[in-house]
């Protein structure tokens, strides 16, 4: 599940990688008040259990 690009931004991409179930996020906008461009990079990642034979639970 990828995140959404957002609408009405100067600019909005997404790369990914199905592989190592990795997505990257980039979004940047025009702040009026600031006169700047404030650029922000969201990440998503999972896993899964690769050997569940080795699992462990801890508890405190």
Not at 2 to 7: E, K, R, V, W
Not at 36 to 54: K, N
Request: proline share 5%.
């Amino acid at each position: 599940a990828d995140l959404p690009l957002p609408g009405g931004v100067d600019m909005a991409a997404r790369v990914s990688d199905k592989q190592l179930g990795l997505s990257l996020r980039l979004v940047r906008a025009y702040d009026i008040n600031t006169d700047r461009f404030p650029t922000r990079i969201d990440v998503l990642y999972g896993w899964v259990t690769l050997y569940a034979e080795l699992a462990c639970r801890v508890a405190s």
